[in-house]
């Protein structure tokens, strides 16, 4: 079966570093994207994986590596609004998203 | 520029009422999705539509129809709601023609069946 597997909840200080871990078992990949959550609201789309590698994006970056199925989010500078929940999806083969439960991040003073 | 708009935003239904949730798009996106959220899972996917007049199958279409009569809309129906389709139901969309194919999520609309 597919699986995306993520941590259910992570606490962080403010102005501190977060690295959020993603692994995924997927038939096929074709790509791999973050968003992020607020409560009560939709997701918004964030970074967008396909090659190898790290991308960078202001506080966020992103980084890839397909050949152990893993990826993370890493947030800089944390900020009070940073509190939200990061999804993890994963394109596979047929084109189609599978999702991960989430990763609900906690950001205290 | 609204985006993607979804109605209702609540509902509470009794098993056994039918609704329709309308979603709209002003971003002349091809493909529209609708999918359930629903504590300690991921987003699943419902339905959706490639194009005006196409719908297909998702992860768990049971219980729910959709049209795309339009391709500015997609109406997601229960026809018959039982509680196991208390939910939060989020609409999106995406122009496949984009590298990412990047989702547009509407607001969501959270729905209660008792």
């Known amino acids: 079966g597919q699986n995306i597997d993520q941590p259910t909840e992570m606490t962080a200080t403010e102005g501190a570093i977060v690295q959020i871990n993603c692994t995924y078992q997927?038939?096929?990949?074709?790509?791999l994207f973050w968003y992020q959550q607020h409560a009560g609201e939709a997701p918004t789309f964030l970074s967008y994986n396909v090659l190898d590698g790290l991308e960078e994006k202001g506080r966020f970056s992103s980084f890839l590596s397909r050949s152990k199925g893993y990826s993370y989010l890493l947030l800089k500078e944390l900020q009070m609004k940073d509190s939200a929940s990061y999804l993890c999806?994963?394109?596979?083969?047929?084109?189609?998203?599978?999702w991960g439960a989430g990763t609900k991040l906690i950001i205290k003073p | 520029n609204a985006g993607v708009t979804q109605t209702p935003k609540f509902r509470v239904l009794k098993t056994g009422q039918s609704m329709t949730l309308l979603c709209a798009q002003d971003m002349n996106h091809e493909y529209m999705y609708w999918y359930r959220q629903d504590p300690g899972m991921g987003l699943r996917l419902i339905h959706y539509s490639v194009g005006e007049g196409t719908t297909a199958k998702g992860e768990v279409p049971d219980g729910y129809n959709v049209s795309r009569l339009k391709k500015q809309n997609f109406l997601l129906g229960l026809e018959s709601a039982a509680p196991s389709q208390t939910s939060v139901y989020f609409c999106?969309?995406?122009?496949?023609?984009?590298?990412?194919?990047?989702?547009?999520f509407g607001e969501g609309s959270r729905l209660t069946v008792l």
């Open positions: 999806a994963v394109k596979d083969s047929n084109y189609q998203l599978i």
């Open positions: 999106a969309s995406s122009y496949e023609g984009l590298d990412t194919g990047e989702l547009f």
């Open positions: 997927t038939s096929g990949f074709n790509g």
